[in-house]
């Protein structure tokens, strides 16, 4: 059974960091791009960031080019986010998602999702 | 950035009625587009992918269609389960720019 397990999610201050992290089980995590999409309180959803199944291709929204980092850690089925510089607008509920194709080169639409990890920014 | 606009906002229908939802692209995205489902407290599920496919384990009362702009989700005869949120997704845009509509409503008449 394919799990995504996401943690990490505080409240933080305007301006402050965090990293969110997401345990993978359940499938070859390393023959899949994974993705994080989030979604604020009573909002659509919006895809934050990708990457490739190796971890040699990333991809941002422009909403968080320049302040988030997607990494992955094959070896022990992990992915992760690092959020930098974060404001008001970075409030939401942050999912982790598996790619439904294997071993693609244009990944893009998501088939298991975890429960979500909340961040909120306020001071 | 696609802009994906869906419609209705809201669907107010009966168990067993027939429900038909739009998006439209504000460009075409072939047939790049997914159609996903979120009930309140869960992570959305994938229903359909690349217009008409239907993702694992997904009941046949779910079929998807169009391309370039204009798709459809219809569902072919409501049960309790699927009051939800809809919403579709384009993968068109490379580098992706991949991008959600605002979501239709379907909800018990």
């Known amino acids: 059974e394919v799990q995504l397990v996401e943690s990490g999610g505080v409240v933080v201050q305007p301006g402050g960091s965090l990293r969110l992290s997401c345990a993978a089980s359940g499938f070859s995590f390393d023959e899949y791009a994974m993705h994080w999409v989030r979604q604020a309180p009573g909002k659509s959803l919006e895809w934050v960031s990708l990457?490739?199944?190796?971890?040699?291709?990333?991809h941002y929204a422009d909403s968080v080019k320049g302040r988030f980092t997607i990494s992955r850690d094959n070896s022990k089925n992990f992915l992760y986010l690092q959020m930098n510089s974060l404001t008001s607008e970075d409030t939401a509920l942050y999912y982790c998602?598996?790619?439904?194709?294997?071993?693609?080169?244009?990944?893009?639409?998501?088939?298991?999702w975890g429960q979500g990890t909340l961040v909120t920014v306020s001071s | 950035e696609i802009v994906l606009t869906q419609s209705p906002a809201t669907l107010s229908l009966s168990p067993g009625e027939r429900a038909t939802l739009s998006c439209r692209a504000s460009?075409?995205?072939?047939?790049?587009l997914a159609w996903y489902q979120q009930k309140p407290g869960q992570a959305p599920r994938l229903l359909i992918y690349?217009?008409?496919t239907r993702a694992t384990g997904i009941p046949a009362r779910f079929s998807g269609s169009g391309s370039g702009t204009d798709f459809t989700l219809t569902i072919s005869s409501l049960e309790p389960e699927d009051f939800a949120i809809y919403y579709c997704?384009?993968?068109?845009?490379?580098?992706?720019?991949?991008?959600f509509g605002g979501g239709t409503r379907v909800e018990i008449k």
């Open positions: 990457i490739s199944h190796e971890g040699d291709s990333t």
């Open positions: 998602a598996k790619d439904v194709r294997h071993y693609t080169s244009s990944p893009g639409n998501f088939d298991y």
């Open positions: 690349d217009a008409s």
């Open positions: 460009q075409s995205v072939a047939i790049f």
């Open positions: 997704q384009q993968r068109s845009d490379w580098p992706p720019g991949l991008t």
